[in-house]
């Protein structure tokens, strides 16, 4: 398995297990992570491990995951492009989300430096 694979392997176990310590230490000191918005979403671009941990401590308490799947991984060079869906049930009023999704990982010196995703509800 490559570096590259590796770090975000590492990454979605810790999401998983909701280790938002464990997702922050995977990513860069200068992490940059975009959310492109989708039709119920809106856009947002978070940067750092301090944005890293924004960006999961919403995915964490603002929404119950229903699931989560990473369907297929495609690798060029430092670069990881993920296809998946996922169904978000939103705890302030029991709306529903479901995307599907691509995230794209840039990976350098063993740790993620930028995350972009497009989705679709």
């Known amino acids: 398995m490559s570096a590259v694979k590796t770090i975000v392997d590492k990454m979605y176990a810790a999401?998983?297990?909701?280790?938002?310590?464990g997702v922050v230490n995977t990513f860069s000191d200068?992490?940059?992570?975009?959310h492109h918005g989708t039709q119920i979403m809106p856009s947002a671009k978070f940067k750092g491990k301090?944005?890293?941990?924004?960006?999961?401590?919403y995915n964490f308490n603002a929404m119950r995951v229903e699931y989560f799947n990473t369907n297929e991984f495609y690798?060029?060079?430092d670069k990881l492009f993920v296809l998946g869906n996922e169904h978000f049930v939103f705890n302030h009023d029991g709306s529903e989300a479901k995307n599907n999704w691509i995230q794209i990982y840039t990976v350098k010196n063993g740790l993620i430096t930028k995350m972009?995703?497009?989705?679709?509800?």
């Open 15 to 21: 999401f998983h297990a909701r280790d938002i310590a």
């Open 30 to 34: 200068d992490a940059i992570l975009v």
């Open 50 to 57: 301090e944005g890293a941990q924004m960006f999961f401590d």
């Open 75 to 77: 690798e060029s060079g």
């Open 116 to 121: 972009e995703e497009f989705a679709s509800s």
